[in-house]
């Protein structure tokens, strides 16, 4: 079956320490996103790719790392400037039109 | 800049009526809506899309309603079951702007509870 899988489900992150969050499809969708989503809120744009080895910052990019080798790998590096990290983290692909726009399950990350 | 907002933040209904959830968009070029379900913990799915050349669309159980003229959207869930319980939101896509891809702007969610 064709999906976007995600993992960890779940990740604990201790301070100062740089944590990556695996993002992978097989849809052949060549768009692939990263979201952030806090308690109550919407959907916050960090990372966007069009295309292998081709990336795009989002609306809070700040503290965050992708990198896009494989067009089905879009894999996000939490790093240590990122002062609040604790959030549910949505990856999603689709094509460039944004048609199929298909989410992966999350992954939620607490920092302890 | 330019956002999808929901005109409640909660909904309650009895099983078995029809649920009404609606949206506000204000980017007039935006041409293609969908509208997404979220259960607590996991990833958004797809409920069903519509294009701005339609002005309805109807999928099992689920009907969405497109005014462009005053840039509402609205999806109607008919015979509201329990597993109906979620976060409910709308995404629309516009344009971006040259060379950048173009972008789905998401709501907050409407969070519908169905009564037994």
């Known amino acids: 079956d064709g999906g976007i899988t995600q993992s960890p489900k779940y990740l604990f992150r201790k301070e100062g320490q740089n944590v990556t969050l695996s993002c992978e499809q097989n849809?052949?969708?060549?768009?692939m996103y990263w979201y952030r989503q806090d308690p109550g809120q919407g959907l916050r744009l960090i990372y966007y790719?069009?295309?292998?080895?081709?990336?795009q910052k989002g609306d809070i990019a700040e503290g965050y790392s992708v990198s896009r080798e494989k067009k089905e790998s879009f894999p996000l590096t939490v790093t240590s400037a990122q002062k609040n990290p604790t959030a549910f983290y949505l990856c999603?692909?689709?094509?460039?039109?944004?048609?199929?726009?298909?989410f992966g399950s999350g992954t939620r990350l607490t920092v302890v | 800049g330019e956002s999808v907002g929901l005109h409640l933040p909660t909904l309650s209904v009895q099983e078995g009526d029809n649920s009404i959830i609606n949206c506000a968009y204000s980017?007039?070029?935006?041409?293609?809506f969908i509208w997404y379900k979220q259960e607590s913990g996991k990833g958004p799915q797809f409920i069903i899309d519509?294009?701005?050349?339609?002005d309805k669309r109807q999928g099992q159980r689920v009907t969405v309603l497109l005014n462009k003229t005053v840039k509402h959207l609205s999806l109607q869930i008919a015979a509201t079951q329990p597993g109906d319980s979620a976060v409910y939101f709308c995404?629309?896509?516009?344009?971006?702007?040259?060379?950048?891809?173009?972008?789905?702007?998401f709501g907050s969610g409407t969070q519908l509870t169905v009564l037994p």
């Open positions: 790719s069009q295309i292998v080895n081709d990336f």
């Open positions: 980017n007039s070029a935006s041409d293609y």
């Open positions: 999603a692909s689709s094509t460039v039109g944004n048609y199929g726009f298909t």
């Open positions: 519509i294009r701005s050349n339609m």
């Open positions: 995404a629309e896509n516009k344009g971006g702007t040259s060379g950048s891809a173009r972008q789905l702007t």
């Open positions: 849809l052949n969708h060549d768009a």
